[in-house]
Structure formats: C-alpha cells, structure tokens
C-alpha cells in the first residue's frame, strides 16, 4: 500500500466569502472552472446535495479526446459562508477536501484548501499540476464575476 500524502493551497481572492462559497456548491458557477485545463464538466454532469452526507459529484469530460472521469464525493460538513468538507470513498484511502473561506479585509477573501489521504496516483507532479490549473480557472472565472 502507497503512503498517502497532504496538500495544503492558498489563495487570495477579490470576493466575498459567500459568493466564494457559492461558487464552490452551485452547479451554474461550477461548470465554469471545475476540473483541470483542457477538461469541461457540463451542467448536467453536476450533481450537488448541498448537506452533510449530501452527495458532490461530477462527470468531467476531456476536451481532447472525450473521455470522462467521474468524481463521486460526500459532504461531511457545510458551513456557509466559511466551511465546505466532502470525502471521497471511491478513492483510495478515502481522500478528504477542506476548503475554508476567511475574510481578510478590504473586500478579499482567503481560500484554503486543504486534501488529506491524497493517493499516489494524485499525489504526482502532473496530478498536483492539473489540480493547479483548475485553481487556476477558479481564480479566473471568480475574478471575472467580481469585475461584473
């Protein structure tokens, strides 16, 4: 059995924690940004039970070649506007996502997140990479929203 690894990421946001948060557990914000660049997850993929013990999952559809992967999670715990935590039992190790939204003054707004029992198959340089890029999009479609 692989060790399973930890991943901490921050970002700074010009938004308010709520709209961050809404944009995290809503399927019209979601399939602007979700998944890694060169993926799209259509709306009808999305499927949000915003609860604990609700159901999060996705279907995100490779814009090369159209194959899909399927992200199937469970909320633990949902706090709007500060708190979001799901797991995801079908991976290995059962992999957990926090995400925390912090007011930080001057209308910004700091997300943490925070995976825990990463697999080693997400645990590599391009897996790390990949899940960069989809920071990345969400930063951008969040910026382009709050310039609205």
């Not at 809503?26 to 399939?31: D, F, K, R, V």
Request: proline letters at 5%; one cysteine or more.
């Amino acid at each position: 059995m692989t060790q399973a690894g930890e991943f901490t990421y921050r970002r700074i946001h010009r938004a308010s924690r709520e709209l961050l948060f809404d944009c995290m557990t809503t399927p019209e914000h979601l399939t602007h940004f979700w998944g890694p660049a060169g993926m799209t997850t259509p709306l009808d993929g999305i499927t949000v039970e915003l609860r604990p013990g609700g159901r999060f999952e996705t279907v995100m559809v490779n814009m090369a070649d159209g194959s899909q992967y399927t992200m199937r999670a469970t909320y633990l715990e949902v706090r709007r506007p500060e708190r979001l935590v799901w797991t995801e039992p079908d991976v290995e190790g059962g992999m957990t996502t926090t995400i925390t939204f912090s007011d930080v003054g001057g209308g910004q707004t700091e997300v943490i997140t925070h995976q825990t029992n990463v697999p080693q198959a997400n645990s590599s340089p391009e897996a790390r990479s990949g899940f960069e890029t989809s920071l990345r999009r969400f930063e951008d479609y969040v910026a382009a929203l709050a310039s609205a």
